[in-house]
């Protein structure tokens, strides 16, 4: 005799839904997008642009303003208060170094943390007489952040600097020629203007 024995399937409780394993899929799809995408910023900000060539001073030229280190550093926060900032300022300093470059690190404040943010400058001469501060690399520690600088930004502090530089040399009919440092102080090779 033979007994037919019936078996009741059930589902079993260890397989995943559809739903389950579509938001499982969903998310490493969306964390291998993202990741992509934090590459490619990274890729495209971590490319140091080059520097400009270091500039030599003019051969004709009426004053020289030579401008120590020390006084940059005293006078930079106090200038910086006055551009509008992403972040409030709570410390700077500019470190001078031959080609018409500067080393900057700056601390902010962003509530409950304190950034700090490293970068490089160049300061060149423009061919309208004016200054110009071109920003070569901005980093939050290893983190590149160039590409994230509000142009306008720069724009403030071109016009800023520009503004001291009239003020501080008491006469509005001078051009700026020539921008040439070294280890200690920036030189500015300046021309009555006809």
């Known amino acids: 005799m033979s007994v037919n024995a019936r078996r009741k399937v059930t589902p079993s409780r260890s397989r995943v839904s559809d739903g389950a394993l579509g938001c499982l899929l969903g998310g490493i799809i969306g964390v291998l997008v993202s990741l992509c995408l934090g590459i490619g910023v990274l890729t495209l900000s971590g ?5 400009p060539s270091a500039s ?3 051969q004709d030229y009426d004053i020289e303003a030579i401008i120590e280190e020390d006084y940059i550093n005293r006078t930079f926060l106090e200038s910086a208060t006055k ?4 972040l409030p300022l709570l410390d ?3 470190d001078v170094r031959p ?6 690190g700056v601390k902010t404040d962003a509530g409950f943390v304190q950034p700090v943010f490293r970068g490089v400058i160049a300061l060149r001469a423009t061919e309208t007489g004016r200054l110009d501060v071109q920003l070569l690399q901005v980093r939050a520690g290893p983190i590149p952040l160039t590409v994230f ?4 930004l720069l724009d403030a502090i071109d016009e800023d ?4 530089l009239v003020e501080r040399t008491g006469a509005a009919d001078v051009r700026l020629i020539g921008v040439t440092s070294d280890e200690s ?8 203007a006809p």
């Open 47 to 51: 490319a140091s642009p080059r520097a």
């Open 56 to 58: 030599t001073p003019p």
């Open 83 to 86: 551009i509008p900032q992403p």
């Open 92 to 94: 700077g300093h500019l």
């Open 99 to 104: 080609g018409g470059l500067a080393d900057f």
């Open 149 to 152: 600088v509000p142009a306008d």
């Open 161 to 164: 600097v520009n503004r001291q």
């Open 185 to 192: 102080s920036l030189h500015f090779y300046l021309v009555s």
